[in-house]
């Protein structure tokens, strides 16, 4: 709504205001699709440039001339922001906005013989254009940045660090978490690339995804001693489970009070999706002595993944934990991966991403061989024996 008001505006203007150059072409149309790509997806920059271009041609009288104009240039100033990692991709944009100015304005003028005159200023001016649109773009990223708690690519790139204070606190407080959310980085960053998703969020969500384990470290597994026991031995299974469970929203409000994006609340919410903590539901059941008990009260709250994002890192989640007990050979790898993925489609924890079987097929063959590499066995040397 924002960018058609002022697209809408500007093009009311240029014909409003006397000019005998032809100032249409300073409609910043090209920022507005660099923005909308930036913070949806290139297929929304497109649709919006397709719009915004039609609307400029009605409200200037049916100039399908500039529309066309507008329309070659922000396609290509969305398609250069599409997989955008740092703000120098702005020289680029220039470059391409260009050209997606200068190709048509050519065209155009060839077929009607225009003078070389008005090429050259009509080509002044996109040049202008070209120069301010990239800078105005990543002016209005920098408001949306601060004054909202959507994040962009570029500024998950700001939690791309270890010595994030929530980060340096898990280490200190819950070493084995925080050792399990590094390697879970490093695989679901390699799933993401392979089915091409956002690697750059995957690998930031899962450094962050187990916070909440800092409120009480000892009763999870991987920050347990072997001489300080195992306190789920003193409690009830039901108790066990809502400690385990109580994790996930204790990770949101913690994530919340230090101001992470909604995006990696997100993922802190949905990495276990309505998953049922298996193993203190049979122990449950085992001491129920008959009986009955109720598998909700062993459930994780959800919701379940809206994302292949978040997909990719509650299979992750689930391998690099389990591959942890004891040494697999490749095959046994591969079967766990596979069990792993067939049982959550099976409890229909994907159904509300767009997660397709071919691409689950992708990460499951990616996740086994990166495994594998990880704990593949190594050989026993020898030592020199000295006569």
Request: glycine letters at 4%.
């Given at each position: 709504m924002f960018y058609s008001c002022i697209t809408s505006i500007l093009s009311w203007l240029s014909i409003e205001i006397p000019s005998e150059y032809p100032i249409e072409y300073l409609i910043f149309l090209p920022a507005f699709s660099m923005l909308t790509a930036i913070v949806y997806d290139s297929r929304t920059g497109f649709y919006a440039t397709v719009t915004m271009s039609l609307m400029i041609a009605g409200i200037r009288g049916n100039d399908y001339?500039?529309?066309i104009v507008m329309l070659f240039s922000g396609t290509l100033a969305a398609y250069t922001v599409r997989d955008i990692q740092n703000r120098t991709q702005m020289f680029r944009s220039i470059f391409y906005i260009f050209i997606g100015f200068l190709l048509p304005i050519l065209v155009f003028g060839f077929e009607r013989?225009?003078?070389?005159?008005?090429i050259l200023h009509?080509?002044?001016l996109t040049a202008v254009n070209a120069i301010l649109s990239p800078l105005?773009?990543?002016g209005l990223l920098f408001l949306i940045d601060r004054s909202t708690n959507f994040a962009t690519d570029l500024r998950l790139e700001e939690f791309d660090n270890l010595d994030h204070p929530l980060m340096v606190k898990l280490r200190e407080v819950a070493p084995g978490t925080y050792q399990h959310s590094i390697s879970l980085a490093m695989l679901a960053e390699r799933c993401a690339s392979a089915i091409n998703v956002n690697h750059t969020f995957v690998k930031v969500a899962s450094y962050f995804h187990d916070i909440g384990k800092m409120e009480r470290p000892e009763y999870?597994?991987?920050?347990?001693l072997e001489n300080m026991g195992n306190k789920h031995d003193l409690i009830s299974p039901k108790k066990s489970a809502l400690i385990i469970i109580d994790h996930v929203p204790f990770g949101a409000e913690l994530a919340k009070e230090h101001k992470l994006p909604e995006r990696i609340i997100d993922i802190i919410y949905m990495h276990h999706g309505t998953s049922l903590v298996k193993h203190f539901y049979a122990k449950a059941i085992e001491q129920s002595k008959g009986e009955t008990i109720n598998e909700e009260d062993f459930k994780y709250p959800g919701p379940k993944p809206n994302s292949k994002e978040a997909a990719i890192?509650?299979?992750?989640?689930?391998a690099e934990a389990i591959s942890r007990l004891g040494n697999k050979s490749n095959e046994q790898l591969v079967e766990m991966v596979n069990t792993i993925i067939r049982d959550k489609f099976n409890e229909g924890q994907f159904d509300?991403?767009?997660?397709?079987?071919?691409e689950l097929k992708i990460?499951?063959?990616?996740?086994?061989?990166?495994l594998n590499g990880i704990h593949h066995q190594r050989t026993e040397y020898k030592t020199i024996v000295k006569n």
């Amino acid at each position: 709504m924002f960018y058609s008001c002022i697209t809408s505006i500007l093009s009311w203007l240029s014909i409003e205001i006397p000019s005998e150059y032809p100032i249409e072409y300073l409609i910043f149309l090209p920022a507005f699709s660099m923005l909308t790509a930036i913070v949806y997806d290139s297929r929304t920059g497109f649709y919006a440039t397709v719009t915004m271009s039609l609307m400029i041609a009605g409200i200037r009288g049916n100039d399908y001339t500039t529309a066309i104009v507008m329309l070659f240039s922000g396609t290509l100033a969305a398609y250069t922001v599409r997989d955008i990692q740092n703000r120098t991709q702005m020289f680029r944009s220039i470059f391409y906005i260009f050209i997606g100015f200068l190709l048509p304005i050519l065209v155009f003028g060839f077929e009607r013989a225009s003078s070389w005159n008005l090429i050259l200023h009509k080509l002044s001016l996109t040049a202008v254009n070209a120069i301010l649109s990239p800078l105005i773009t990543f002016g209005l990223l920098f408001l949306i940045d601060r004054s909202t708690n959507f994040a962009t690519d570029l500024r998950l790139e700001e939690f791309d660090n270890l010595d994030h204070p929530l980060m340096v606190k898990l280490r200190e407080v819950a070493p084995g978490t925080y050792q399990h959310s590094i390697s879970l980085a490093m695989l679901a960053e390699r799933c993401a690339s392979a089915i091409n998703v956002n690697h750059t969020f995957v690998k930031v969500a899962s450094y962050f995804h187990d916070i909440g384990k800092m409120e009480r470290p000892e009763y999870f597994g991987e920050n347990q001693l072997e001489n300080m026991g195992n306190k789920h031995d003193l409690i009830s299974p039901k108790k066990s489970a809502l400690i385990i469970i109580d994790h996930v929203p204790f990770g949101a409000e913690l994530a919340k009070e230090h101001k992470l994006p909604e995006r990696i609340i997100d993922i802190i919410y949905m990495h276990h999706g309505t998953s049922l903590v298996k193993h203190f539901y049979a122990k449950a059941i085992e001491q129920s002595k008959g009986e009955t008990i109720n598998e909700e009260d062993f459930k994780y709250p959800g919701p379940k993944p809206n994302s292949k994002e978040a997909a990719i890192v509650m299979i992750c989640d689930t391998a690099e934990a389990i591959s942890r007990l004891g040494n697999k050979s490749n095959e046994q790898l591969v079967e766990m991966v596979n069990t792993i993925i067939r049982d959550k489609f099976n409890e229909g924890q994907f159904d509300e991403c767009d997660i397709t079987t071919n691409e689950l097929k992708i990460v499951a063959e990616t996740l086994s061989k990166t495994l594998n590499g990880i704990h593949h066995q190594r050989t026993e040397y020898k030592t020199i024996v000295k006569n």
